[in-house]
């Protein structure tokens, strides 16, 4: 959304910081920032509202609170609108559909449709808006201002003073306010006066009740609508406003009195007229939300160790009431915060304003110790197994073109989950045969250890393809089904690991010794040294990659491999670990060659 810096200033006494200060600012604690543009003496902030903050944040008042906690700066209170002479009473609301969860009226008559002025039509243009009169312009800058959608009727083209909230007719001709003409249906929510439809509601408003330079009399809309409701409207539609955008990410219904005031108040300011009968329909309530956190919830779950003196500080920015009961915080939030659901939404505010910068990285420590499961076990068996016959392992998509799962996939041919392994094997087999000169294999085998998706439950298969026969077999059946002798002595190795141990996350280094031994010597005896000096960082068998004799000895040429789960290790590490093997070798009286 484009924020200007002149109108952000408007929510302040005190002068805001410079506009680049301000944009580090919400980089470093609230949002992206795509662009700064600067424009006249103003700056425009084109800022990256996220979803979930897009109910409140979408607006020169929201970024303006936030401008407020992130530098501490009391923002100004609007006086409350004094209230003139009501007319008659005969404005009828009657909502038909609860996907409008709030509608307000108000009639203003009187009013002088004239060009916007200077300072209203500049803000509006600053952040790429047009401007149109004096009353639409007011509509648009309250909504870019509070993030409340608004809309002006002629009230003198309505066939009553009486607004309907319904669905729209099957295959109900529209003419929108750019002329353009499309067909609604029973599933759009629409404005109606009592003859037709007036405002698809929450998309865009109809060519029949536009405000003109004719205009004397009003009635302003401030509502409240389900978020899905507009957006599937617009996109059947393929209308896609500025309205649209907000009410379909969901805007709370306790926003519209306040963008009421505001409109109210404004279109008073710049076309005159007299404010009169204002009807709100409203079923629900402005319920408060109470959050409870301790301290120590907040510092275990950010990483960091936050001063009480600062979360008090920045719950008091934020200007939310709280007390504090013992070890918890209780907090009250305001309506208008959807977005904060519980303690980790609070976390998260206390924790972005405080700095995510102070927090120092460490990784964490991984459990080296974690039971194997049986399954895993099993899964180790039928690889080593198989293997062991000569089948090389083929990992196929879980994503097929049909099955009994749908899921949403980008791909038309893959949004489904498979029901089966033999699909993929039967690709993988004919693939793998058209290559296997290049293996230099003279055939074919292959197997595969998945999941599978069919009669309402997941089940682990083991697929096999050799020549022509492809077949799958659950997991279980496939251990049960394997010659005994050979289970018993593969399954003796497996077992006696009796816990999992991950690789590690870091580079390993290598070290090569070849060492002169007196030919009657065997090379294990060399091999053992290495082992029991090669401390826990060798992280496998040394490796005897060459050896030749000469002269009554051998030389044994080994490669060694060490590897830390903690660090990169370094040369100053592992020259002294090399060094103590030198010395374990000469004892022995050999020689590294």
Same mark, same amino acid.
């Given at each position: 959304?484009?924020?200007?810096?002149?109108?952000?200033?408007?929510?302040?006494?005190?002068?805001?910081?410079?506009?680049?200060?301000?944009?580090?600012?919400?980089?470093?604690?609230?949002?992206?920032?795509?662009?700064?543009?600067?424009?006249?003496?103003?700056?425009?902030?084109?800022?990256?509202?996220?979803?979930?903050?897009?109910?409140?944040?979408?607006?020169?008042?929201?970024?303006?609170?936030?401008?407020?906690?992130?530098?501490?700066?009391?923002?100004?209170?609007?006086?409350?609108?004094?209230?003139?002479?009501?007319?008659?009473?005969?404005?009828?609301?009657?909502?038909?559909?609860?996907?409008?969860?709030?509608?307000?009226?108000?009639?203003?008559?009187?009013?002088?449709?004239?060009?916007?002025?200077?300072?209203?039509?500049?803000?509006?243009?600053?952040?790429?808006?047009?401007?149109?009169?004096?009353?639409?312009?007011?509509?648009?800058?309250?909504?870019?201002?509070?993030?409340?959608?608004?809309?002006?009727?002629?009230?003198?083209?309505?066939?009553?003073?009486?607004?309907?909230?319904?669905?729209?007719?099957?295959?109900?001709?529209?003419?929108?306010?750019?002329?353009?003409?499309?067909?609604?249906?029973?599933?759009?929510?629409?404005?109606?006066?009592?003859?037709?439809?007036?405002?698809?509601?929450?998309?865009?408003?109809?060519?029949?009740?536009?405000?003109?330079?004719?205009?004397?009399?009003?009635?302003?809309?401030?509502?409240?609508?389900?978020?899905?409701?507009?957006?599937?409207?617009?996109?059947?539609?393929?209308?896609?406003?500025?309205?649209?955008?907000?009410?379909?990410?969901?805007?709370?219904?306790?926003?519209?009195?306040?963008?009421?005031?505001?409109?109210?108040?404004?279109?008073?300011?710049?076309?005159?007229?007299?404010?009169?009968?204002?009807?709100?329909?409203?079923?629900?309530?402005?319920?408060?939300?109470?959050?409870?956190?301790?301290?120590?919830?907040?510092?275990?779950?950010?990483?960091?160790?936050?001063?009480?003196?600062? &979360? /008090?500080?920045?719950?008091?920015? #934020?200007?939310? @009431?709280?007390?504090?009961?013992?070890?918890?915080? $209780?907090? *009250? %939030?305001?309506?208008?915060?959807?977005?904060?659901?519980?303690?980790?939404?609070?976390?998260?505010?206390?924790?972005?304003?405080?700095?995510?910068?102070?927090?120092?990285?460490?990784?964490?420590?991984?459990?080296?110790?974690?039971?194997?499961?049986?399954?895993?076990?099993?899964?180790?068996?039928?690889?080593?197994?198989?293997?062991?016959?000569?089948?090389?392992?083929?990992?196929?998509?879980?994503?097929?073109?049909?099955?009994?799962?749908?899921?949403?996939?980008?791909?038309?041919?893959?949004?489904?989950?498979?029901?089966?392994? &033999? /699909?993929?094997?039967?690709?993988? #087999?004919?693939? @793998?045969?058209?290559?296997?000169?290049?293996?230099? $294999?003279? *055939? %074919?085998?292959?197997?595969?250890?998945?999941?599978?998706?069919?009669?309402?439950?997941?089940?682990?298969?083991?697929?096999?393809?050799?020549?022509?026969?492809?077949?799958?077999?659950?997991?279980?059946?496939?251990?049960?089904?394997?010659?005994?002798?050979?289970?018993?002595?593969?399954?003796?190795?497996?077992?006696?690991?009796?816990?999992?141990?991950?690789?590690?996350?870091?580079?390993?280094?290598?070290?090569?010794?070849?060492?002169?031994?007196?030919?009657?010597?065997?090379?294990?005896?060399?091999?053992?040294?290495?082992?029991?000096?090669?401390?826990?960082?060798?992280?496998?068998?040394?490796?005897?990659?060459?050896?030749?004799?000469?002269?009554?000895?051998?030389?044994?040429?080994?490669?060694?491999?060490?590897?830390?789960?903690?660090?990169?290790?370094?040369?100053?590490?592992?020259?002294?670990?090399?060094?103590?093997?030198?010395?374990?070798?000469?004892?022995?009286?050999?020689?590294?060659?």
């Amino acid at each position: 959304m484009k924020i200007s810096y002149n109108w952000l200033q408007k929510y302040f006494e005190a002068k805001l910081p410079e506009p680049e200060i301000v944009a580090d600012g919400i980089i470093f604690h609230a949002f992206e920032i795509e662009e700064m543009e600067k424009i006249g003496d103003d700056t425009i902030f084109e800022i990256k509202i996220l979803p979930d903050r897009a109910h409140d944040c979408l607006s020169h008042w929201g970024i303006a609170k936030e401008v407020s906690v992130i530098f501490n700066l009391k923002m100004k209170m609007l006086a409350p609108l004094p209230r003139q002479g009501l007319d008659k009473g005969d404005l009828e609301i009657e909502v038909k559909d609860n996907h409008c969860r709030r509608y307000m009226g108000q009639i203003i008559r009187g009013v002088k449709i004239s060009p916007s002025p200077a300072w209203l039509a500049l803000a509006l243009t600053s952040i790429g808006q047009k401007s149109i009169n004096n009353v639409v312009d007011a509509t648009n800058y309250v909504m870019f201002d509070l993030g409340n959608p608004i809309h002006a009727f002629d009230l003198d083209k309505l066939a009553s003073p009486k607004i309907i909230v319904g669905p729209a007719l099957a295959k109900e001709n529209f003419t929108l306010l750019d002329g353009k003409d499309v067909v609604l249906d029973e599933k759009m929510l629409t404005i109606r006066d009592e003859k037709e439809a007036l405002v698809v509601a929450g998309v865009k408003g109809g060519k029949k009740a536009e405000v003109n330079e004719l205009t004397s009399n009003i009635m302003i809309e401030v509502a409240n609508f389900v978020p899905v409701t507009v957006r599937k409207a617009a996109q059947k539609l393929g209308i896609f406003t500025e309205s649209a955008k907000r009410f379909e990410n969901e805007i709370s219904p306790t926003l519209a009195p306040l963008a009421m005031e505001a409109i109210t108040r404004l279109i008073l300011e710049v076309a005159g007229g007299e404010a009169g009968e204002l009807v709100d329909v409203y079923q629900g309530q402005e319920i408060s939300k109470n959050i409870q956190f301790t301290r120590n919830y907040l510092n275990n779950l950010l990483g960091l160790e936050i001063p009480p003196a600062a &979360i /008090d500080d920045i719950l008091h920015r #934020f200007n939310y @009431n709280f007390k504090l009961e013992g070890e918890t915080y $209780q907090v *009250e %939030i305001s309506p208008l915060r959807l977005d904060l659901t519980g303690p980790h939404d609070l976390a998260e505010e206390i924790g972005r304003i405080y700095g995510y910068e102070k927090i120092i990285p460490t990784l964490p420590q991984a459990d080296f110790h974690r039971q194997a499961s049986l399954v895993w076990s099993q899964i180790n068996l039928a690889k080593a197994y198989l293997s062991s016959q000569g089948f090389s392992e083929v990992m196929n998509y879980t994503f097929a073109n049909k099955g009994e799962v749908e899921i949403m996939a980008s791909a038309s041919d893959k949004n489904f989950l498979r029901t089966n392994l &033999i /699909d993929g094997l039967k690709k993988s #087999f004919e693939l @793998n045969k058209l290559n296997a000169p290049l293996f230099g $294999q003279s *055939e %074919i085998k292959i197997f595969e250890i998945g999941t599978v998706f069919a009669s309402g439950q997941e089940t682990l298969m083991v697929g096999t393809a050799h020549k022509k026969e492809i077949k799958e077999l659950a997991l279980a059946d496939f251990i049960k089904s394997l010659p005994v002798d050979f289970i018993s002595s593969l399954s003796q190795g497996l077992t006696t690991q009796k816990y999992f141990k991950p690789w590690s996350v870091y580079p390993f280094m290598t070290r090569d010794i070849a060492v002169w031994l007196p030919i009657e010597e065997k090379a294990e005896s060399l091999k053992q040294i290495l082992k029991e000096e090669g401390t826990n960082l060798l992280i496998k068998e040394p490796t005897l990659f060459d050896s030749f004799s000469k002269d009554g000895r051998t030389s044994y040429a080994y490669r060694l491999v060490f590897q830390s789960y903690d660090k990169t290790l370094t040369d100053e590490e592992i020259n002294p670990i090399m060094e103590k093997i030198n010395q374990k070798i000469s004892a022995h009286g050999w020689q590294v060659r």
